[in-house]
């Protein structure tokens, strides 16, 4: 069981620790790096106890540092690089007309590689590049074989201005069966580690799009993708306008309608070994991004979306207008503690499953990304 | 020979004392500086070795032109400023 977590916000990274003896149970905030910079996402390797940040400095660009001893001491490593742009390539974003910046502009996404491959990392970015180390981040290399594909000219920006690569799930069966989302290109998947890609996402439906195009997976908005490690042929979508779950790895998706209080979110966390189970942290709807009613609550399926519970016991069911980004939710090893944060800078623990929580900060700066170590 | 200087604020992230290098041109005189100073570079320049959208340059108090090639011309005794734009913040 976690008793350490880490938060990445828009003013730096905090470390949150369960309370020993006299505060056994509380958890505060017992760590600060980075203040006042806008840590964009941070990954604990459970592997081996390394921690990466990764951050987006306004003028500077992005950097990447790394922890060896659990994120008490850092020093910087490489970000990942895009090679250069081609003498007339013509790349543009597809709504904007304007040119995609062969540049990393964010890191959306950083994930541990599969078990056999201790110094492998996956990083994702805006403008929609996937990339993989093979040194823990010394160096990165650009998927060329994705980038290159021609229907990632296709894909556009969804929030952002430019699309972006926010989720990776690393098949724990098989190294080389790798799937991503993309906000807005749907989800692809390798099974030769990364040499071809297969695009994934056939039954998400996009309401935003005209009818005939509505099932078209490419155009597809899967806010945020995780798998199951104990039946990874199950993968849960939070989607722009709605959810899916997949249990053919990714082959098929079947749009679950039974949430509550709404379909629209960002965040979505499985437990390692029940794939029936899930969490998710709704708003209202894409146009009102802000919890029903001003009541903030998580809504937790454990019966594949048959049906959903509405929990709120220890979360403000009054005027609270907290929004929960996609990797500021997230469920520890145990499948017991789950963790979320919010663009109010409100940060909640829960050790139960979520039947009840506990307010660690209400006064955090905005929450990109929570994840326990 | 070209003396070159950086805003403070970077000094933050990686120490870029003020220093000369030799150049003709702005990138003749960063990459000597880079070459010497290889974290800083991607401080200043983004990843196709542009300058980063909220950064500036100027040569003895103007603005370059080319933020992509980085042409611009730098006397000998030229005085080259890296700056922060005040967007971007």
Redesign the interface.
């Known amino acids: 069981m976690s008793d350490r977590l880490f938060v990445a916000t828009r003013k730096g990274l905090f470390t949150i620790e369960r309370g020993k003896a006299r505060r056994a149970g509380r958890w505060a905030v017992t760590r600060t790096h980075f203040l006042a910079d806008n840590a964009s996402i941070v990954l604990p390797d459970r592997r081996n106890g390394s921690v990466y940040v990764a951050l987006g ?5 992005v ?1 990447l540092h790394r922890s060896a001893n659990g994120g008490r001491s850092w020093e ?1 490593c490489a ?1 990942p ?2 090679p ?2 081609p003498e007339g390539v013509d790349d543009r974003e597809p709504n904007s007309g304007r040119p995609i ?4 502009e964010l890191v959306w996404a950083l994930e541990p590689g599969h078990r056999s491959e201790p110094g492998t990392l996956w990083c994702g970015t805006l403008p929609g590049g996937l990339f993989r180390s093979r040194d823990r981040g010394a160096s990165w290399q650009l998927i060329e074989s994705l980038w290159n594909h021609p229907k990632r000219r296709e894909w556009v920006g969804g929030g952002a201005e430019l699309p972006g690569l926010h989720s990776v799930c690393v098949d724990p069966r098989d190294a080389r069966r790798v799937a991503v989302a993309v906000s807005c290109g749907g989800a692809w998947l390798t099974r030769d580690g990364g040499a071809s890609w297969e695009i994934r996402a056939q039954g998400m439906r996009a309401a935003y799009m005209p009818p005939e195009r509505q099932y078209d997976p490419n155009v597809q908005d899967p806010h945020h993708m995780v798998q199951c490690p104990a039946a990874p042929d199950v993968l849960w979508v939070q989607h722009h306008n709605g959810v899916f779950r997949s249990t053919d790895g990714a082959a098929s998706w079947r749009e679950i309608t039974t949430v509550k209080p709404a379909a629209f979110g960002f965040a979505v966390a499985v437990p390692p070994e029940d794939p029936d189970t899930a969490w998710f942290v709704p708003g209202v709807s894409d146009e009102q991004r802000i919890p029903a009613k001003g009541n903030v609550v998580v809504a937790r399926t454990r019966n594949g979306g048959k049906s959903f519970q509405v929990l709120t016991k220890g979360l403000p069911q009054r005027h609270a207008y907290d929004l929960t980004y996609r990797h500021a939710l997230d469920v520890d090893e145990t499948g017991k503690r789950l963790a979320f944060g919010t663009t109010t800078g409100s940060l909640w623990v829960s050790e139960n499953q979520g039947d009840s929580w506990e307010t660690v900060s209400e006064h955090l700066p905005p929450v990109y990304c929570v994840r326990f170590a | 020979m070209p003396h070159v200087t950086f805003t403070q ?2 000094q933050r ?1 990686v120490s870029c004392p003020e220093t000369e290098a030799e150049g003709r041109t702005v990138r003749e005189v960063l990459d000597r500086v880079f070459a010497a100073n290889p ?1 800083a570079r ?3 320049l ?4 542009a300058v ?1 959208r ?2 500036v340059v100027f040569v003895d108090g103007r603005q370059i032109r080319d933020r992509t090639q980085l042409t611009d011309p730098v006397p000998a005794d030229g005085e080259v400023c890296v700056m ?2 005040l967007s ?2």
């Open positions: 400095h306004g003028h500077f660009g950097k910087p970000a690089t895009y250069p742009k910046p062969w540049n990393t | 604020n970077i992230h974290r991607d401080y200043v983004d990843d196709q070795g980063r909220h950064m922060q734009a971007g913040g």
